[in-house]
């Protein structure tokens, strides 16, 4: 291993997929069988499975995102989540029941059942070949960040080299651990749409709600280079203009404000990361050598590669594709307009036809962005 670079890959449901293309892209980029060009994996939620997949492939790059690729290429509702009438039906029926204290507590509240998720899990990861990857100096460490409902932390499950310690932060820690699909579905555990999963002796649900720094975790982890990919157009050129502001005819709906909560936990607090961090780059390198030696954790250099076009349009044009009783779903909880739902149904869009539009504005995206790509993974 000649580096320290790590991969930081957010959460975002679907909207994941587009890592898959901009992987994708890279995998075309370097040469075939290369070796994982990312000691140090940290993902959350969806991300935390892109990330897991590529540390039981590091041995060969290529073929960790031509599986992924392939994988979510061929991904559908069913896979993800249960989609039956009354399934649903009982779900929120368990959750106004929970308001009035009637719910048996064993069993966990949410909107969706994420059952096949397991499944999906078990049959395309191989959780030996981490270690495996790990004795072979091919991974430093892959850590997957879940949030604790007893205590509010943010904890990051991490398996890695035997050097790696332990951390404690404010209302965020660190924690060695075997990693298994038990981890992964707790890290992608939307609240109130998909179920808390307990590990050991606590529950816990997606990992981007209350993490205040998505690249916390690969600088413990001794990360030199940070390499991430968003899942938010915020980046993009439109949004260097003024936003048109509209008036609204209606208070916001159900799904308008599940969408902005979604935003909120999986987007914006990145985007706030990549700016502060950019800024303390910035200020860092104005300063004098010896000085700079008195902040070792901040990384030298980012690359960041974010959608082109906004992905909850994307979304829009494919709400047709999602089964009947999401859509039913979807549209009660947000009104007439498809517009008000984009946001939200963007994260839960597992079809085919959206994940591919994803993967190819990623790998578009990423090809545009070659030389800058190549550069961060083979500098002079």
């Avoid at 009982?90 to 998720?117: C, G, Q, Y």
């Avoid at 990051?156 to 951390?167: A, D, H, L």
């Avoid at 799904?255 to 936990?265: K, R, V, Y």
């Amino acid at each position: 291993m000649k580096n320290n670079n790590a991969l930081i890959l957010s959460g975002g449901g679907a909207r994941a997929a587009y890592q898959v293309g901009v992987l994708s892209a890279m995998g075309k980029m370097l040469p075939k069988k290369t070796a994982l060009p990312f000691p140090i994996l940290c993902g959350t939620s969806a991300g935390a499975l892109n990330a897991t997949m590529l540390a039981s492939y590091a041995d060969n790059f290529s073929k960790a995102a031509s599986t992924l690729a392939f994988v979510w290429r061929h991904l559908s509702p069913d896979q993800i989540y249960t989609l039956g009438r009354w399934p649903l039906a009982t779900s929120v029926t368990k959750t106004l029941m929970s308001l009035f204290h009637l719910h048996n507590h064993a069993e966990s509240i949410a909107i969706m059942n994420n059952d096949p998720l397991r499944e999906l899990l078990s049959n395309h990861l191989d959780f030996t070949r981490i270690k495996q990857a790990i004795d072979n100096d091919l991974v430093s460490a892959l850590a997957v960040t879940a949030m604790s409902y007893s205590t509010g932390e943010s904890t990051t499950f991490f398996e890695g080299r035997e050097t790696f310690q332990n951390w404690q932060g404010k209302r965020r820690k660190g924690v060695r651990a075997k990693l298994g699909v038990d981890h992964l579905l707790a890290s992608s555990a939307i609240p109130a749409i998909f179920p808390a999963h307990k590990i050991n002796q606590h529950y816990y649900g997606d990992g981007a709600i209350r993490q205040k720094s998505a690249i916390y975790p690969a600088l413990q982890l001794g990360a030199e280079k940070l390499f991430i990919i968003g899942v938010s157009g915020n980046r993009s050129p439109k949004k260097w203009l003024p936003s048109e502001e509209k008036n609204e005819i209606s208070a916001p709906s159900m799904a308008q404000i599940l969408g902005q909560l979604l935003n909120s936990a999986f987007i914006d607090n990145l985007e706030d990361d990549i700016n502060q961090l950019e800024l303390m780059n910035s200020l860092l390198r104005d300063l004098p050598a010896e000085k700079r030696q008195n902040y070792p954790l901040l990384p030298t250099e980012t690359l960041i590669i974010s959608p082109s076009e906004e992905l909850n349009e994307i979304a829009h044009h494919y709400l047709h594709t999602l089964p009947k009783n999401i859509r039913v779903l979807l549209k009660s909880a947000g009104g007439s307009s498809t517009e008000k739902v984009s946001s939200a149904a963007s994260y839960l869009l597992f079809t085919p036809q959206y994940c591919r539009a994803l993967m190819e504005l990623g790998y578009q995206d990423a090809m545009w962005e070659k030389d800058k790509i190549l550069a961060f993974i083979n500098p002079l």
